[in-house]
C-alpha cells in the first residue's frame, strides 16, 4: 500500500506531476529512446521531487531488444554513457565508456566463437549488439543524437522508425 521510494522508473508506467515536467524540461529528446526514463527521474530527483513506485499497481510490456539487438546495444550504450555523464560527471562518462569498451570485446568474442562453431547458435546478433555498441561509442563521443542509424544491423521493426539523427550538445 501506498508508494515506494526508488531511484528511477521505466518510462512505460509513469506518472509525472506537471510541476516536475514544467521544472526538468520533461524527457531530454536528444535520447530518443532507452535511459531517457532514468535520466528524467534524476533530473527530476535533483529538483527536489520525490520518485516512487505504487506498490500495488501492475503494468505489462512487452521487451523489444532481442527484436533490434544493433539499435538497442546503440541505445544503451550511448544514452547510457550521457546517463553517467549527467550523475557523475567526466569520471562517469569515462567509467561508462570503459564498460562499453569492455562489453564490445566481449561481444566480438562471442560472434568469433559463434562463427568458428565454439559456440552454439548463429553469429549475426552478436556481432549487431558489437557494432551498435561500437556506433553508440563513437556516436556519443562526436555528439549524434536522435534515432539510431538506419545502417546498424538488427533493426528489426526500428528499419522505419531512424529518420535522420540530430546533432546536439555534449550529454549535460
Not at 524527457?27 to 534524476?42: I, K, M, Q, S
Not at 569520471?91 to 559456440?119: D, F, I, N, Q, V
Not at 552454439?120 to 561500437?134: D, F, H, I, K, N
Request: proline fraction near 8%; charge should be neutral; charged fraction near 20%.
Amino acid at each position: 500500500h501506498g508508494i515506494a521510494p526508488c531511484e528511477w522508473i521505466d518510462g512505460g508506467t509513469m506518472l509525472i506531476r506537471e510541476a516536475a515536467l514544467a521544472r526538468t524540461g520533461g524527457f531530454d529528446e536528444r535520447l530518443w529512446g532507452y535511459c531517457e526514463d532514468a535520466d528524467l527521474c534524476l533530473r527530476i530527483s535533483r529538483c527536489g521531487f520525490g520518485v516512487g513506485v505504487v506498490v500495488d499497481a501492475v503494468a505489462d510490456q512487452a521487451p523489444g531488444g532481442a527484436k533490434r539487438p544493433g539499435p538497442w546495444a546503440y541505445l544503451l550504450t550511448r544514452n547510457g554513457i550521457a546517463y553517467a555523464r549527467r550523475f557523475a560527471g567526466r569520471r562517469g562518462a569515462a567509467a561508462a565508456t570503459a564498460k562499453a569498451a569492455a562489453a564490445l570485446l566481449l561481444e566480438l568474442m562471442r560472434t568469433a566463437a559463434r562463427g568458428t562453431g565454439l559456440r552454439p547458435g548463429p553469429p549475426g546478433e552478436r556481432w549487431a549488439v558489437a557494432v551498435g555498441t561500437l556506433h553508440g561509442i563513437v556516436d556519443f563521443a562526436r555528439g549524434r543524437w536522435g534515432p539510431p542509424p538506419p545502417s546498424l544491423p538488427g533493426m528489426g521493426d526500428l528499419g522505419n522508425a531512424a529518420a535522420g539523427p540530430e546533432e546536439g550538445g555534449d550529454g549535460d
